[in-house]
């Protein structure tokens, strides 16, 4: 090889490193120009600074929020106040935790606090008497978090209180509260997708909070004018609270799809808040009456002509003539009641109807995926959606948490696999017996999980317990909770008269469809 070829191929090969060598030296100064960003942020994790808190929620902010539990006046048990007690019943535990208690708290709305009784036949009382029956060597304290008509954005404070009460796990079961609330999305709906996004993603860094926060501080300036957030009043105000509330429901797709963002990203934020605190929690799917709970409010897809709406009409007046006959003929009024459904398939209304002649049809899994569509078309959502359960099952396995599954677990003791009245006593509210079964799937999760560890015996403990509580609560007891039974039935069909609330001053020492297919 002369010389001169050696010259050239060396500087062929110079030239070609030169693009190399630029992008590497651009690369070195952004690492350089990014490093004390980074190393604040690793610094903000080491130490425990900026964790994400109540200021950082991009939905909804509220006036003021007051603590669930407060110290009593010998200072010896935190309680939860009467000022609280209009949403929430007495509960208490000791300020002083003892060495050799485990401490669990449960959050959610009135299926955790028992309603249509209370939190003494709430799944977390028969929690409590099944892990003190299973290991009676260890105190066991379950503390009930259940608030009447309380969603997710108002369950976030409380978990922040309660991971300071020393828990050794929660427990959150919510989900059927989120569309109670009125509330706006157009200061997230009217920024430009990117600019929610980068939001959602500065949410994440600690740094970020310790700037915020620290800029809030110097300029004495609101965290709530930082934004156009919603500013909800410090207890609920549910639509169905005030008579004729069911009106104020109409279809609003936008509407829906931000609540069942703001669930999503809210539950996501519960798991990281208890991950973050070291404190492990289990996730509950909630569980829905699918079979006898008709949907509250239907109405037709807004584009439905004149003519379509009278065909539907008419399909449905003859296939209900074909149930009401002596010998009803099922097959023809499935068959008409489909042809209603094509004709209109986000009427919640005419998909149950479908669904009950499914069902007597002996078409079973027709039937339950039916019921599910009509569930999720109720224009009044009083039953959480399959996009939020969907939700609950994403989050648990991406972050590792335990799940109970309570929709499967009712189904599987159900008639044909389709949750019914049997075991709740309404369209979302566990009768005692399904609180009891509730109780027992998740004390053998914890079993499973080596959180208690059973002693020879302990079922037929736990019965005996279970019916000696029973025994204790009373005939007024179950009689005060059928007339509850009656107010939450009326206020969900819209006919309240001053709402679900009922202050609690006890303190312990220690739409049907428009048509509804005959049966």
Same mark, same amino acid.
């Given at each position: ?17 030169? *693009? ?53 006046? $010998? ?78 954005? $108002? ?11 020393? *828990? ?82 109409? $279809? ?110 002996? $078409? ?22 399959? *996009? ?87 005939? *007024? ?43």
């Amino acid at each position: 090889m002369t010389e001169a070829t050696m010259t050239s191929q060396n500087d062929r090969s110079t030239a070609s490193s030169r *693009p190399r060598r630029k992008w590497l030296l651009r690369c070195v100064a952004i690492a350089l120009g990014l490093a004390p960003f980074l190393f604040f942020e690793l610094t903000c994790r080491l130490m425990g600074w900026g964790r994400p808190d109540l200021s950082v929620d991009r939905f909804v902010g509220f006036k003021a929020v007051h603590p669930l539990f407060v110290l009593n006046d $010998r200072g010896d048990r935190y309680e939860i106040p009467l000022s609280r007690r209009t949403f929430f019943r007495f509960d208490s535990f000791a300020a002083e935790k003892p060495a050799d208690e485990f401490r669990v708290f449960c959050l959610g709305g009135s299926t955790v606090q028992g309603r249509p009784f209370a939190i003494e036949t709430s799944f977390t009382t028969w929690l409590e008497l099944g892990m003190q029956a299973a290991q009676p060597d260890r105190r066991w304290d379950v503390i009930n978090c259940g608030g009447v008509s309380y969603a997710t954005y $108002r369950l976030i404070p409380i978990l922040q209180e309660v991971l300071t009460y020393q *828990p050794d796990m929660i427990i959150l079961y919510t989900g059927h509260n989120e569309f109670l609330e009125d509330r706006s999305f157009e200061h997230i709906r009217h920024r430009r997708e990117w600019v929610n996004h980068a939001i959602a993603a500065a949410d994440e860094l600690r740094s970020f909070h310790v700037l915020r926060n620290g800029w809030l501080q110097l300029t004495q300036a609101e965290s709530d004018g930082l934004d156009q957030r919603p500013l909800l009043p410090a207890e609920v105000d549910a639509l169905l609270d005030e008579r004729g509330g069911l009106d104020a429901y109409h $279809r609003d797709e936008a509407w829906r799809e931000d609540i069942i963002e703001q669930y999503r990203f809210n539950l996501n934020r519960m798991v990281e808040l208890t991950q973050a605190a070291g404190v492990p929690v289990v996730l509950v799917n909630p569980v829905s009456n699918l079979r006898d709970c008709p949907p509250f409010k239907a109405e037709h897809r807004s584009d439905l002509s004149a003519e379509e709406l009278d065909q539907w009409e008419t399909l449905c007046d003859l296939s209900c003539a074909q149930l009401t006959q002596k010998l009803p003929d099922i097959a023809e009024a499935i068959r008409l009641f489909e042809q209603a459904c094509e004709i209109d398939p986000q009427h919640a209304g005419g998909l149950y109807n479908l669904a009950r002649c499914y069902d007597r049809a002996g $078409r079973k899994d027709e039937a339950r995926t039916t019921f599910v569509r009509a569930k999720d078309e109720d224009i009044c959502p009083l039953r959480i959606l399959k *996009p939020m359960h969907e939700a609950v099952f994403e989050i648990a396995e991406e972050t590792g948490v335990p799940l109970c599954d309570a929709q499967t677990l009712f189904a599987g003791v159900s008639p044909d696999g389709i949750v019914d009245g049997v075991w709740l006593v309404d369209h979302v509210h566990p009768s005692i017996k399904g609180h009891q079964l509730l109780a027992d799937a998740l004390l053998d999760l914890l079993i499973s999980l080596g959180t208690v560890h059973p002693q020879k015996g302990w079922r037929d403990l736990r019965q005996q317990a279970y019916q000696a509580h029973e025994d204790s609560l009373g005939s *007024p007891y179950y009689a005060k909770g059928m007339q509850r039974l009656e107010v939450v039935e009326k206020w969900a069909r819209g006919r309240a008269e001053g709402g679900l609330r009922e202050t609690d001053t006890t303190s312990p020492e220690v739409s049907p469809t428009e048509r509804d297919v005959p049966e």
